[in-house]
């Protein structure tokens, strides 16, 4: 069983930046792929990136590509995304995700457990 907590959602400007953690709990935080994914009202759930459980493998929506970074510190049992040069576009729920396959994975549906979600919100 892994719970999952995100931080560091906000209110920024267009271009900014800010940093979301997702704190895990349970000694096996290295063996899950973690993913962060995203929610806008009246739309789907989307993939915006994940990572491995070692973090020598990354992946990212090419809507983000180039200006967010998902990382993990096995360590502190957290994972973070980087978000720089923000839109408004990128207004959301962020919620992060926790899969038992060593492997990442772009699809929602094989995450085994979510974060209640930080809010982010980009003005123009």
């Known amino acids: 069983q892994v719970q999952l907590v995100e931080s560091g959602g906000g209110l920024v400007q267009a271009g900014g930046s800010l940093r979301l953690s997702c704190a895990a709990s349970?000694?096996?935080?290295?063996?899950?792929?973690m993913g962060w994914f995203r929610q806008a009202p009246g739309k789907e759930r989307e993939f915006v990136a994940a990572i491995s459980w070692s973090g020598g493998s990354t992946y990212y929506a090419d809507s983000v590509k180039g200006r967010f970074t998902i990382s993990r510190d096995n360590a502190k049992n957290t994972v973070y995304l980087q978000m720089d040069s923000l839109k408004p576009e990128d207004t959301a729920v962020y919620y992060c995700?926790?899969?038992?396959?060593?492997?990442?994975?772009?699809?929602?549906?094989?995450?085994?457990?979510w974060g209640q979600g930080t809010q982010v919100t980009v003005s123009s």
């Open positions: 995700a926790a899969t038992a396959d060593h492997i990442a994975t772009t699809r929602k549906n094989e995450y085994d457990y």
């Open positions: 349970g000694r096996t935080f290295s063996r899950y792929a």
